[in-house]
């Protein structure tokens, strides 16, 4: 998301310590500890996707336990999922200042300890705090860099990469449907969030294995470029690219950093001179030295991150382009609302024995698994448009949602379950679409707000559903009203100008170039 084509483990024409020696391309990129980033990632989703998406059972248990509405309980899982999503764009900041790799070890145990308070919980209310906000923030900074990562260690063969290391949703979705539904059986719901949550700080091993790319220079030096460093440059070219539109300056971000890097000489003269004081004197002459160069560290990073999203204001003016941002506020909901009520609606219609041999939300995982990899190996097909394999994916997706409700046997329920799954593979072609809609140069901010749209998307979706039945006393009317506002996102699209030929992406890279 935040990684463009020339971050990959060449040099951007900085003035680093490197200079004018040339970069030979890492032996790492596209082989060796590459896989062992896509294995990571692919934990990542299993661990954080997997679970959100099993939520519909600690969604059961806590209807039981609080006895709240249904509207106010579904709260909790989509907080999760929302803000794990939305928190997308702002999580840039950690990365730019502290790199992929500490970003992900905090998130990992933020997410822990989420689950783990989670577990002595006395109300649904303490439950947004603690499961929704903690443990989402905490799912977000670690699910970014993941994908980020995978972007970087690998160029030649990125969209194989990703669709890999995304798998890992399916299999999670499966796998922790199974634990948690096991775990809440056996041990209880406290016990099994409890549980869950020490198996979360396995996030802190993944994020560790998302070690710094190193640079070969050709004088057999080697330069350290760590994920903050890559993650300054991709997006530093998107500032250098509004300025040269005129529409913000770069030199009063210069002369901040003068201003700053005079803080620091000062300091450390102070600190030179004051050897022959006391000790005392020294250790607070280190603090302020140390202070200074975290602020100067914060305020690079924030700048560079400003600087990347107020560029993207751009975009708004592709009105395709926002178009697919309604779409998403639409979409990815009619996507998440049947993972959480999906286990209460079985039990409603008397299925529950079925659903325990193979939950239906199980069958969504699996061919979501199989959706994924073949939609993207149809929409590679040079005869074949990335945006109408895109286009009839959705309308399949909403026409499952609007049926739904008039399925109430469970192997109807599970044939239509089953093209939910394989119809939302749609997933893996929103980056391709993106770049075909707003170039190489604006992919990383365009896709990051498309994030944010899906986690708005995520987080309204549920309790709306569960506000829904509260009314009405049914689940139909929250699949209907979702399906029609989903259908009115695809419309957004279709009226919009579309894409009719699946441009080769490096030639739009190049022709934003010229």
């Not at 060449?10 to 004018?20: E, I, L, N, Q």
């Not at 954080?48 to 998406?53: A, E, N, R, T, Y």
Request: hydrophobic share 45%.
């Amino acid at each position: 998301m935040y990684a463009s084509r020339e971050d990959i483990g060449y040099d951007f024409g900085d003035d680093s310590k490197a200079g004018s020696k040339p970069i030979k391309p890492n032996p790492n990129i596209d082989g060796g500890w590459a896989w062992m980033i896509v294995l990571s990632s692919f934990l990542v989703h299993i661990l954080i996707m997997g679970s959100q998406m099993a939520l519909g059972i600690l969604n059961m248990e806590w209807l039981e336990e609080f006895n709240q509405s249904r509207g106010l309980t579904a709260w909790v899982s989509s907080l999760s999922m929302g803000i794990t999503l939305i928190v997308g764009p702002f999580i840039g900041l950690f990365i730019s200042m502290c790199g992929c790799r500490k970003t992900a070890i905090i998130g990992g145990i933020l997410n822990a300890l989420g689950w783990i308070l989670s577990a002595y919980a006395s109300n649904v209310h303490y439950l947004f705090l603690t499961f929704g906000v903690t443990a989402g923030v905490g799912s977000g900074m670690v699910y970014l860099p993941a994908v980020v990562m995978v972007g970087q260690y690998f160029q030649k063969r990125r969209a194989l990469a990703q669709g890999l290391s995304t798998t890992g949703t399916g299999f999670g979705a499966f796998l922790m449907t199974a634990l948690l539904k096991y775990l809440c059986t056996e041990f209880g719901w406290r016990n099994a969030m409890f549980i869950q949550g020490a198996i979360s700080l396995n996030l802190c091993v993944c994020g560790a294995l998302m070690r710094p790319l190193f640079h070969v220079v050709s004088e057999k030096h080697v330069v350290r470029s760590n994920s903050e460093d890559n993650q300054a440059k991709a997006l530093s070219h998107s500032a250098e690219t509004i300025k040269s539109n005129g529409i913000i300056s770069e030199e009063p971000e210069k002369k901040e950093e003068e201003t700053n890097e005079e803080v620091l000489d000062s300091v450390q003269h102070i600190e030179i001179g004051g050897k022959s004081r006391s000790g005392r004197s020294m250790y607070g002459l280190r603090i302020l030295k140390t202070v200074s160069q975290l602020t100067v560290t914060v305020r690079k990073g924030f700048a560079i991150w400003y600087s990347s999203y107020f560029g993207a204001a751009s975009l708004f003016t592709n009105r395709v382009f926002v178009a697919f941002i309604i779409w998403a506020l639409f979409a990815y909901s009619s996507f998440v609302i049947p993972f959480i009520h999906l286990p209460e609606i079985v039990k409603q219609y008397n299925l529950s024995n079925q659903n325990n041999i193979f939950p239906l939300t199980s069958i969504i995982a699996i061919v979501h698994i199989f959706g994924k990899v073949i939609l993207g190996i149809i929409s590679d097909l040079p005869c074949i448009s990335t945006w109408n394999v895109f286009l009839m994916a959705n309308f399949t997706l909403v026409t499952c949602i609007l049926t739904l409700p008039l399925m109430q046997t469970y192997v109807t329920l599970a044939v239509v379950c089953a093209l939910i799954g394989f119809s939302s593979g749609y997933f893996s072609l929103m980056p391709v679409v993106t770049e075909d809609l707003v170039g190489t140069k604006h992919l990383a901010n365009a896709y990051g707000i498309i994030i944010c749209a899906n986690g708005i998307s995520a987080l309204l979706g549920p309790p709306f559903a569960g506000w829904i039945y509260d009314m009405t006393h049914k689940y139909d009317f929250s699949f209907y009203i979702s399906g029609l506002l989903y259908m009115v996102g695809i419309i957004f699209l279709l009226i919009q100008p579309c894409i009719q030929k699946k441009q080769p992406r490096e030639k739009s890279s190049e022709e934003a170039q010229v």
